[in-house]
Each structure stands twice: as structure tokens, then as C-alpha cells.
């Protein structure tokens, strides 16, 4: 793992200028292979000992519409929240320590970027969140519409072999922005992929019907 870590250091140099360059000009930044199998899979260990062992919520109730018509209340995302220090969580903890480690050197680069000039001040706690595969969905929201300080989401997915047509389950942006105009972002939650994105209004977002269990963890950063 030594080695694994040493080149995922090295790999930080290059995340950080795609990060910076990809938020200035798009307002989001999708990164794949970001950890690793190796270390991809372990995270997701971790994640379902997480649910085994009852931490998560029980999913919000949402109601589902036929017809337009409320039939049925389905619970929603199931999360839990990890500060990171846990002992049974280390290699959930070594990938907070790694997304600090890309947003906060993001944050010093050289000013090409928006984000140069943002001082990172902290971040929220990461919130693990599981859909339950029923259909569970998230409306069309805005993460941070109210200047509450945070700034970028940046969401870690844990999902193997995601087959969108099968098991739906898109991040569909719809970013503000004249490179965007009025086409939208569909972000698949696959496995070792990560996504940074502004957590304001330049970014309203939902998550489409998931039809297979759908694993992510979120990390808000504050400026
Ligand atoms: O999973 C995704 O791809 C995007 N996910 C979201 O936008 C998202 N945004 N805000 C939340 C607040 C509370 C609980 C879950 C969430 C949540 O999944
Ligand atoms: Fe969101």
C-alpha cells in the first residue's frame, strides 16, 4: 500500500491543475480512476460493514407519483456521517485526507482559476449515502442556495459495473454557464470516479430512479 500511496501523491500533482481548469471553465470536474482498485474496493468494504451494521438513516420518505397521483411513500437515500477518524473506517478516512489534500493545493494554485483566489476554510463531515435500489431518487435541488458557505461538493462513487440503461441512477447536472447553454451534464455513478462541482446555484442537479443499490460519499468544502 506504501507504494500505492506514494504514486497516488504523485498522481495529486496533475488532479489538482484538471480541477482548477475543469471548475473555472465547466463549474464541474469528473476524475476517473481516482484511487485505484486496489483501494476503490476497500472503500466500498467498508461502506457495506456500514450498512451491515445499521449505521445508516433510514432513507427519507419521498413519495412516489403514478399518474400524478401520490400512491406510495418509497424511503430514499440512507446516509450516515463519518468524521473520519473512526477506526473501523481508515480507508474512508485515507480518501477524505486525499480529497482535502487535492482541494486545498486546488485552492493555491497559481490564479488561472476562480478557485485560486478561494481560501478553502473547512469542510463538512462526509456523508456516506446509499439509494436503495426501489426506484429512490433525488428531486431537482440547488446543495448550497443560500450562501451557507459551502462552496465545492465533491462526491466519491462506489458503484461496479454501473449500467445506466439497467440500473438508471444518472447525476444529471444542469449547469449555468454560456459553455453549457442549455445542455445538461448526465454524470454515472461509477465505481473509483469522483466529481467535484461549484455547490451553489451554478449547479441545480438530481439524481434520476436508481434501480440497483448506489453507493457515494460527499465531501462540502467551505471557503
Ligand atoms: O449522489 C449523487 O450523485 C448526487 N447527490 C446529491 O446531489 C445529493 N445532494 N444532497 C443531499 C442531501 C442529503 C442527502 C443526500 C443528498 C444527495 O445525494
Ligand atoms: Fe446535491
Not at 83 to 107: F, H, P, Q, W, Y
Not at 148 to 156: E, K, S, V
Not at 198 to 222: C, G
Amino acid at each position: 500500500a506504501q507504494a500505492v500511496e506514494r504514486n497516488i501523491f504523485d498522481k495529486i500533482q496533475n488532479i489538482c491543475a484538471s480541477v482548477v481548469r475543469d471548475l473555472t471553465t465547466f463549474g464541474l470536474c469528473v476524475v476517473d480512476d481516482f484511487l485505484g482498485h486496489e483501494i476503490g474496493s476497500l472503500i466500498l468494504e467498508e461502506v457495506l460493514r456500514l450498512q451491515k451494521t445499521g449505521t445508516f438513516s433510514d432513507g427519507q420518505l419521498v413519495s412516489a407519483k403514478t399518474h400524478g397521483k401520490d400512491v406510495k411513500t418509497i424511503r430514499g437515500d440512507q446516509i450516515t456521517w463519518l468524521d473520519g477518524k473512526e477506526r473501523t473506517c481508515r480507508n474512508i478516512s485515507m480518501l477524505i485526507s486525499i480529497v482535502d489534500a487535492v482541494i486545498t493545493r486546488a485552492s493555491k494554485l497559481p490564479r488561472n482559476g476562480k478557485l485560486g483566489n478561494h481560501r478553502i476554510s473547512g469542510r463538512t463531515k462526509a456523508m456516506v449515502a446509499c439509494y436503495p435500489g426501489n426506484g429512490s431518487h433525488y428531486v431537482k435541488h440547488v446543495d448550497n442556495p443560500n450562501q451557507d458557505g459551502r462552496l465545492i461538493t465533491a462526491i466519491y462513487y462506489l458503484n461496479k459495473n454501473w449500467n445506466r440503461e439497467t440500473d438508471g441512477g444518472v447525476l444529471r447536472i444542469f449547469p449555468e454557464g454560456e459553455f453549457w447553454r442549455d445542455n445538461v451534464a448526465d454524470i454515472e455513478p461509477l465505481f473509483d470516479r469522483i466529481l467535484f462541482f461549484w455547490s451553489d446555484r451554478r449547479n441545480p442537479h438530481e439524481v434520476q430512479p436508481a434501480f440497483t443499490t448506489r453507493y457515494a460519499i460527499t465531501l462540502w468544502y467551505f471557503d
